[in-house]
Each structure stands twice: as structure tokens, then as C-alpha cells.
């Protein structure tokens, strides 16, 4: 079993920046392949990013490739996604996961975080 907590959403202004963070605790961290993912209002949940057991891989969707970077510190059970430049189509809850099923953007994790809203206001 992992446990997921998110932590750092909030209010910010487009162009601004944010960093959002997951600690895990449970199973050994650094063996799981860890995602961010999104829901903005009336849409489904959507890939945002995600990095391999070792950090050394990242893949990101499109839509933010640029902008935001996630990484991993196995020493203290953590992911972060820094968010930069944000945008109003930014604005969504975001959803730590952990150990994926099959391809790494896909919806389909084995664990999730409770979510942590962000807002982005034009």
C-alpha cells in the first residue's frame, strides 16, 4: 500500500508560479513510478506529467511541456511539480498517483493522492 498527501495548491495570477508536492509513505518510494494528473470544472481527469524510480526520465503532456517540471526525492518520499508561467486553463485539482498500470499517462494508477486545488486567475 502507498499513501498519498498533496500539498502547495492555491491561488496564483497568470504568469505566475507554483509548486505542488506529494509525500508517500507506505512501500518503498523509490520502486514506484510516480504521475500528476488533473480535473479541471466539467472535464475528465487528465495526464500532466510523470517521472521514473530514479528521477532520471521525465515525460510531460503537451500542453504544459515547457512550463512545468516534476521531480523526485527518494530521501524524503517526494514528487514535486513546479509550475511556471501559468495559465487560466491551468486551473484544476491536481492528483498525485503512484505505480502505474500500464503506460505512464494513462489514468490507469494503482494509488492517488486526495488532490489539491489550483487557481489561476486571468
Known amino acids: 500500500q502507498v499513501q498519498l498527501v498533496e500539498s502547495g495548491g492555491g491561488l496564483v495570477q497568470a504568469g505566475g508560479s507554483l509548486r505542488v508536492s506529494c509525500v508517500a509513505s507506505?512501500?518503498?518510494?523509490?520502486?514506484?513510478?510516480m504521475g500528476w494528473f488533473r480535473r479541471a470544472p466539467g472535464k475528465e481527469r487528465e495526464f500532466v506529467a510523470a517521472i521514473n524510480r530514479s528521477g532520471r526520465s521525465t515525460y510531460y503532456a503537451d500542453s504544459v511541456k515547457g512550463r512545468f517540471t516534476i521531480s523526485r526525492d527518494n530521501a524524503k518520499n517526494m514528487v514535486n511539480l513546479q509550475m511556471n508561467s501559468l495559465k487560466p486553463e491551468d486551473t484544476a485539482v491536481y492528483y498525485c498517483a503512484a505505480d502505474p498500470l500500464g503506460e505512464v499517462a494513462d489514468r490507469a494508477y494503482r494509488y492517488w493522492g486526495q488532490g489539491t486545488q489550483v487557481t489561476v486567475s486571468s
Open positions: 507506505g512501500r518503498t518510494f523509490s520502486s514506484v513510478v
